[in-house]
Each structure stands twice: as C-alpha cells, then as structure tokens.
C-alpha cells in the first residue's frame, strides 16, 4: 500500500506540474476572407393582406403562392438540366464509367419527370 500511495502522490505531482505551466497564447480569431451569399437573389415575401375570416380568398392566395413557386422551379429545372447534359457531354468525352455517366443520367430524368409534373 505504500507502494501505491506513493505512485499516486507522483501522479498527482506530475498533474499539478503539468497544469501550473503557463498557457500558450491562442492565435486570435479573425472572420475569413471571404463569405459566400447564401441566397442569390433575395424576392419579398408575399403577405397575404386579406380579411382573415375570409378562408376561400386566403386558400387562392396560398395557391397562387404554390402555383409562382412551380414554376420559378420549371425554369431553374431546365437551367440546371442544360448544365447537366454539358457535364454529362464531357464525362462520355473524357470516357467515365458507365455507372458514373448513368447517375447523371437518372438525375436529369428526374428533373425532366418532376418539370413535367410540375407543368400540368
């Protein structure tokens, strides 16, 4: 036991030791460079300005809301779907697999399939 209690007693010395030394300083904390935006193109929000006991007109104006929405959707779809079809133009170019070249070919199925949902 006196063994062990002196084994402790070092450990314990060494802990102290080895907390009591002064700290290094941290370098200080600066904001980077640079911040992307998080959203490109800020639109005001909608607010609906009816009368609220009127349930039929504030149904119509989420609706319509649902309805801009879709097709702000369609347009950016087929942006992105002409993006994709140029990478996938370059991916059978530089001779990828062609399990690499049907990911992006589901993907701008699926695009096309959810525009033409969309649409009707």
């Given at each position: 036991?006196?063994?062990?209690?002196?084994?402790?007693?070092?450990?314990?010395?060494?802990?102290?030791?080895?907390?009591?030394?002064?700290?290094?300083?941290?370098?200080?904390?600066?904001?980077?460079?640079?911040?992307?935006?998080?959203?490109?193109?800020?639109?005001?929000?909608?607010?609906?300005?009816?009368?609220?006991?009127?349930?039929?007109?504030?149904?119509?104006?989420?609706?319509?809301?649902?309805?801009?929405?879709?097709?702000r959707f369609?347009?950016?779809?087929?942006?992105?779907?002409?993006?994709?079809?140029?990478?996938?133009?370059?991916?059978?170019?530089?001779?990828?697999?062609?399990?690499?070249?049907?990911?992006?070919?589901d993907?701008?199925?699926?695009?096309?399939?959810?525009?033409?949902?969309?649409?009707?």
């Amino acid at each position: 036991t006196a063994d062990m209690t002196q084994e402790l007693k070092s450990t314990q010395l060494n802990t102290v030791t080895t907390n009591n030394t002064s700290p290094q300083p941290l370098p200080p904390i600066t904001s980077p460079a640079y911040l992307p935006n998080i959203v490109k193109n800020t639109q005001p929000v909608a607010q609906y300005g009816g009368d609220l006991n009127n349930h039929q007109a504030y149904q119509d104006f989420h609706l319509e809301q649902q309805r801009q929405l879709e097709q702000r959707f369609v347009i950016a779809a087929q942006a992105k779907i002409l993006k994709l079809e140029e990478l996938l133009a370059k991916g059978r170019q530089k001779k990828l697999s062609q399990e690499q070249l049907q990911v992006a070919i589901d993907k701008i199925n699926a695009l096309k399939q959810m525009q033409i949902n969309l649409k009707d």
